[in-house]
Each structure stands twice: as structure tokens, then as C-alpha cells.
């Protein structure tokens, strides 16, 4: 039987890693492809092939292919819990500490000086709305805690849609026990006694 895939390891937590918005998105759509985006190839690499060997008798009457064929729940059950559910945990853990690293102070930020010369150069400009009706404008430069707040947004929203989408097809091909993926998540994590970020 062929094995699934495997989830690359969390980084190490750090806030440089979370402002380095390029390393995150990047650590989050390798992880995303290696497990969600190839949940089908996945979940086939489940499937054990045919006991019996081949029957010719078989071809003579044509049948119709069942539309996917139901995995073993043993198989099901191993690869969420050592494959899906850790991935999820991984990203779900540099999601919310990028998010606490987003909500803090940040005494390191290289751009505050260029931020407060931009702010007393406008507070200096003189705003003649007659002459001019955009010389009111001014658009200050983003810390770049807001910024990483914006992309942590974004990606949880990311995140909420490639879970779902992950979880419709596992319980199609696994068989569905009514629980949402939030709820699969939770009770994963209480069994491997893990935050329940």
C-alpha cells in the first residue's frame, strides 16, 4: 500500500519568522499542498488494492463504477490522526502565534522612525482644499504589526475554506460521523491533551 504524504514540520516560533511574511505564506501553502490540496491522492493511497486476484469472468457483464470507493475506517482513523490532524495543529499553532505576535507591541519595528516623520511632515503641511482638493489626503505607512495582522486574517480565512473543503472529502470517501471539522480538530486535540488554539 502506498503511504500518504507527509506534512513538512512547523518552524521555529519566532516574531522575525512572522514578519517575514514571505516565509510564512510560504510554510503555509507548502503545508496546505503536501496534505489539502492532494487530499484526494491522499485518501486513494488509503484504499487497499484487491485481495482476490484477477477474475476474468468479471468483464463479461459491464458494471458501473462506484462513484468512490469507502476506505477502511482503521486506515481513515490512522491518517487523520497521524497525518491531517497534526498538519492542521502545525499551521493552526504559527497562525495564532503570528496572531499574538500581531496584537503586541513592537519595540524592534525598523519603519517607527520613518512612521513619525511622516506624521509631523503632514502636521506641518498647510491644506488648501481650494487650490488643491487632494492635498488633504495623506496615508500614513501601516506598522507592520497591522500589516501581519491583515495576511493572519487572510490566511485563517484561507485556512477555514481549505479545512472544509478537506474535511467534505474525507467524509465522503471515510464515511461521515456528523461532526464538523472543528469538532474533529477539538476532540484530537484533547486526546493528545494539546491547546485548543
Known amino acids: ?3 500518504p504524504t507527509s506534512a513538512p514540520s512547523a518552524p521555529a516560533l519566532t516574531p522575525q519568522f512572522c514578519f517575514s511574511t514571505a516565509a510564512l505564506r510560504d510554510f503555509l501553502r507548502v503545508s496546505r499542498s503536501a496534505i489539502d490540496d492532494t487530499i484526494t491522492q491522499n485518501l486513494n493511497a488509503l484504499v487497499t488494492p484487491s485481495r482476490a486476484g484477477f477474475d476474468p469472468s468479471s468483464t463479461t457483464q459491464r458494471s458501473p463504477r462506484p462513484l468512490s470507493r469507502q476506505i477502511d475506517p482503521a486506515a481513515c482513523q490512522e491518517f487523520k490522526d497521524q497525518v491531517l490532524f497534526p498538519s492542521w495543529q502545525a499551521r493552526s499553532q504559527v ?3 503570528c496572531a ?3 496584537t503586541s507591541p513592537d519595540p524592534d519595528d525598523p519603519e517607527v522612525a520613518i512612521r513619525e516623520a511622516e506624521k509631523q511632515k503632514d502636521r506641518e503641511r498647510v491644506v488648501n482644499e481650494r487650490l488643491d482638493p487632494y492635498s488633504a489626503r495623506f496615508f500614513p505607512r501601516e506598522p507592520r ?3 501581519l495582522a491583515s495576511v493572519i486574517r487572510m490566511e485563517q480565512g484561507v485556512e477555514n475554506i481549505v479545512r472544509t473543503r478537506t474535511w467534505g472529502l474525507v467524509g465522503e470517501r471515510c464515511g461521515s460521523d456528523g461532526k464538523t471539522w ?3 480538530l477539538g476532540e ?3 486526546d ?3 491547546p485548543l488554539a
Open 182 to 184: 472543528e469538532q474533529a
Open 95 to 97: 497562525l495564532s502565534y
Open 192 to 194: 493528545k491533551h494539546l
Open 1 to 3: 500500500m502506498v503511504q
Open 100 to 102: 499574538l505576535v500581531a
Open 188 to 190: 484530537w486535540r484533547r
Open 145 to 147: 504589526t497591522e500589516q
